[in-house]
C-alpha cells in the first residue's frame, strides 16, 4: 500500500526565537576544512594531502531535553503520578520508560488556530471540536492541537502565541485512554506571561502549569513544538513519535511524523 509521511517536527535551529532566551540552544557549526588541521595533525601528514584539504563536518551543541519538538515525561510535570488512579499514586515515569506502542498510534488534530492567544481550553472545547470534525475518541489516539502559536514559531512573538490545554481539558482526554498529546505551541498549557497576569489578578497559584500538573493525577507524554500541523486533517493518518532514550530523563527530542497509507 503506498504511504506518505508528513513531517510534523520543527528543526532544532541557533538563532531564532525558538524558546526563551535563557533557554535558547546554541550550535557550533564546524566545517570540513575546520577539522582538517588535528586530522592531519593525529595522522602526521600534511592536511592537503587529504582529499580537497577537508575532513568531517562536525556539530556541538549545547540543548536542553525540551529545546526543538520534544516529548516530555510524566517527571517532568511532578515527581509523582497517577494520584487518581491508585492510592499514593507512584514515582513519575521517565522518558526512557514511555511505553513505545504509545508513540505509533492513531493521530487525531484538534484545529484550535481560531482561540485568541492565552485562552485556555476547555473540555467543551475538546467536545465541540471532535463533534465538528465527526471524530469519536478512541483510547491511545495521539491527540495533537494545531493553534495560532504554529505559524508563530522562531518569531519574536512564539513563547507568548497560541492557545493552551487547561487542567481539566487534559483530563477529560486522559480519562479517555488518551496518553500522548502534542501541541505546536511553546507549551501544552497557554504561555506564561497570561498565567502570570491570571495569577496576580485572582491569587489562584494552582492556575500555573494546569495542563501539565494533570499528570500527577494520570501519567501522560506530551511533545512541544510541532511543527506543520496544518498540512494535517482531522484525522486518518498514524502518528510515530519516538522519543531519543536519555537515562532517566525529563524529556527527550523526537522526529515525529504522520503517516497516510493511501
Not at 535563557?22 to 592536511?47: F, N, S
Not at 505551541?185 to 498565567?195: E, L, V
Request: glycine share 10%.
Amino acid at each position: 500500500m503506498p504511504r506518505r509521511i508528513v513531517d510534523i517536527s520543527n528543526p532544532l535551529k541557533a538563532g531564532i526565537k525558538s524558546d526563551p532566551p535563557h533557554m535558547l540552544p546554541k550550535i557550533d557549526y564546524m566545517t570540513h576544512q575546520q577539522t582538517a588541521p588535528q586530522m592531519a595533525e593525529y595522522m602526521g601528514i600534511r592536511v592537503d594531502q587529504l582529499p580537497n584539504g577537508e575532513y568531517a563536518a562536525v556539530e556541538r551543541v549545547e540543548i536542553s531535553t525540551h529545546n526543538g519538538t520534544h516529548m516530555d515525561a510524566p517527571y517532568h510535570f511532578f515527581s509523582r503520578m497517577n494520584e487518581a488512579l491508585k492510592p499514593g499514586g507512584e514515582p513519575s515515569a521517565t522518558i526512557d520508560e514511555v511505553p513505545l506502542d504509545w508513540c505509533f498510534q492513531p493521530g487525531v488534530k484538534l484545529d484550535f488556530r481560531h482561540l485568541p492567544h492565552g485562552y485556555v481550553a476547555t473540555p467543551g472545547d475538546v467536545e465541540a471540536e471532535l463533534k465538528r470534525i465527526g471524530h469519536e475518541l478512541r483510547p491511545l489516539e495521539i491527540v495533537v492541537v494545531n493553534t495560532a502559536a504554529g505559524a508563530r514559531y522562531g518569531q519574536d512573538d512564539f513563547v507568548d502565541s497560541g492557545c493552551g490545554m487547561g487542567r481539566a481539558a487534559t483530563l477529560w482526554l486522559l480519562e479517555r485512554g488518551v496518553r500522548v498529546v502534542g501541541t505546536d505551541g511553546w507549551s501544552w498549557d497557554a504561555p506564561f506571561s497570561f498565567t502570570q497576569k491570571r495569577v496576580k489578578e485572582t491569587g489562584d497559584v494552582s492556575l500555573i502549569w494546569e495542563g501539565h500538573r494533570a499528570g500527577r493525577d494520570i501519567g501522560y507524554y506530551q511533545m512541544e513544538k510541532l511543527g506543520n500541523l496544518a498540512a494535517l486533517p482531522p484525522d486518518g493518518f498514524d502518528i510515530v513519535c519516538f522519543p531519543v532514550k536519555i537515562h532517566k530523563a525529563s524529556a527527550g527530542w523526537t522526529r515525529a511524523v504522520a503517516i497516510f497509507n493511501e
